[in-house]
Nanobody, 125 residues
Framework: HVQLVESGGGSVQAGGSLRLSCAVS????????LGWFRQASGKEREWVGS???????NYADSVKGRFTISRNSAENTVYLHMTNLSPEDTAMYYC????????????????????WGHGTQVTVS
């Protein structure tokens, strides 16, 4: 069973930056597609971006150029670096993992991610 623990959320002013972390409890996080999703109050869960096991990275258009996903393989941790934040980025952010390689049809679909963390709140004012 894979466990994911997010951290790094908090409150920040518009234009600011935050770095979220997700610790992945597996022997090698490199074997998994690691994704970030977010859910604002009253809205559906939205895909933010993912880093696949082969190194491919993909982002939602809404965050492209502002958010960056990276991975520390030695520590089995994936990061979401968020810059130029706006109030529209306010949401609970979730880390997700899945052993299956993603395609154009599955990057953004929460259905294709087997394991989920409990989330970390980001509030931008």
């Amino acid at each position: 069973h894979v466990q994911l623990v997010e951290s790094g959320g908090g409150s920040v002013q518009a234009g600011g930056s935050l770095r979220l972390s997700c610790a992945v409890s597996v022997s090698s996080a490199n074997d998994y597609c690691l994704g970030w999703f977010r859910q604002a109050s009253g809205k559906e869960r939205e895909w933010v971006g993912s880093l696949d096991s082969d190194g491919r990275i993909n982002y939602a258009d809404s965050v492209k150029g502002r958010f960056t996903i990276s991975r520390n393989s030695a520590e089995n941790t994936v990061y979401l670096h968020m810059t130029n934040l706006s109030p529209e980025d306010t949401a609970m952010y979730y880390c997700a993992a899945d052993p299956r390689r993603k395609t154009d049809d599955s990057w953004h679909d929460a259905f294709w991610y087997m394991f989920w963390g409990h989330g970390t709140q980001v509030t931008v004012s």
